[in-house]
């Protein structure tokens, strides 16, 4: 099968010239637009599969957070995460050795979180069990929504600590 791609016309070579420029760059034009179209699309598929709230509790502000966290989590740390929040009680899902999980039950008052193990090494256990207590304290409070967020934000913090030390040393 032989692709014929029309020469453009023109009374001049100049003006064939630019045409042919021009027709060239709408082509570029329109695979750019649908590269980004799919990226777009694929993020917010990713996105929503990573962020599963049965409670209905999460503000649109609190979504927007977590699908930038999660986001550059994968991008920078190259960390999958998927975020539950149960309605009745927790279950605990299979998770990938890149995955962080984070299930949350505030009604049962449980708390799973799993790191992958590179991660849970550089965090420290410590860590991970003072995360696991501001959890079940937020829960009696009932600001957990504002908890979740302050507690990926401790994560990140520890993990851009962690970096630049690394890179200090």
């Given at each position: 099968m032989r692709l014929e791609i029309p020469k453009p016309?023109?009374?001049s070579k100049a003006e064939r010239m630019i045409r042919t420029i021009a027709l060239l760059g709408v082509i570029a034009a329109v695979a750019w637009a649908f590269m980004q179209n799919n990226k777009n699309v694929l993020d917010r598929i990713q996105t929503r599969q990573a962020v599963n709230d049965q409670t209905e509790t999460l503000t649109q502000t609190d979504m927007e957070f977590l699908k930038g966290f999660i986001t550059s989590m994968r991008e920078t740390y190259g960390v999958n995460m998927k975020v539950t929040i149960y309605k009745g009680q927790a279950l605990v899902p299979e998770v990938?050795?890149?995955?962080?999980?984070?299930?949350?039950?505030?009604?049962?008052?449980?708390v799973i979180l799993r790191f992958p193990p590179l991660?849970?090494?550089?965090l420290g256990d410590e860590f991970t069990a003072t995360l696991t207590d501001d959890f079940m304290q937020s829960f009696k409070r009932g600001d957990w929504p504002r908890e979740l967020k302050i507690v990926l934000s401790m994560i990140w913090s520890r993990l851009s600590a962690l970096e630049s030390q690394q890179g200090n040393s």
């Open positions: 016309k023109g009374r990938g050795p890149k995955t962080m999980f984070f299930g949350l039950a505030p009604e049962a008052g449980e991660l849970r090494a550089a």
